[in-house]
């Protein structure tokens, strides 16, 4: 099995920064693309960014120039660097990859973690 599990969340104020991270542990052979999430309650969870195993990276509108995705292949982590932060990025982010399970070859699987919450405050 793999496991997602995400870290750094919490409360900051309008204009702040935070700076989440996610680690991937397990029987893991290879991580494709690694994303985050969001999600307020009563809403679909929305695609935040995304980055291939190559460091090719996407961002929802939303948070283009000021959110930066990035990933460390070696360590199997992504982290996610929010600066001017907004009342509106509060939501639980998840963080999402598509993995090869070395006991599961070929298949490829999207793992989930659990979430962490990011509030900020106006």
């Known amino acids: 099995q793999v496991h997602l599990v995400e870290s750094g969340g919490g409360l900051v104020q309008a204009g702040g920064s935070l700076r989440l991270s996610c680690a991937a542990s397990?029987?893991?052979?290879?991580?494709?693309?690694m994303r985050w999430y969001r999600q307020t309650p009563g809403k679909q969870r929305e695609l935040v960014a995304s980055?291939?195993?190559?460091?090719?990276?996407r961002y929802a509108d939303s948070v283009k120039g000021r959110f930066t995705i990035s990933r460390d292949n070696a360590k199997n982590t992504v982290d996610l660097l929010m600066n001017n932060l907004k009342p509106e990025d509060t939501a639980v982010y998840y963080c999402?990859?598509?993995?090869?399970?070395?006991?599961?070859?070929?298949?490829?699987?999207?793992?989930w973690g659990q979430g962490t919450q990011v509030t900020v405050s106006s």
């Open positions: 999402n990859a598509d993995v090869l399970d070395y006991k599961n070859l070929p298949t490829q699987v999207q793992c």
């Open positions: 397990g029987s893991i052979f290879s991580i494709n693309a």
């Open positions: 980055i291939t195993s190559a460091g090719s990276t």
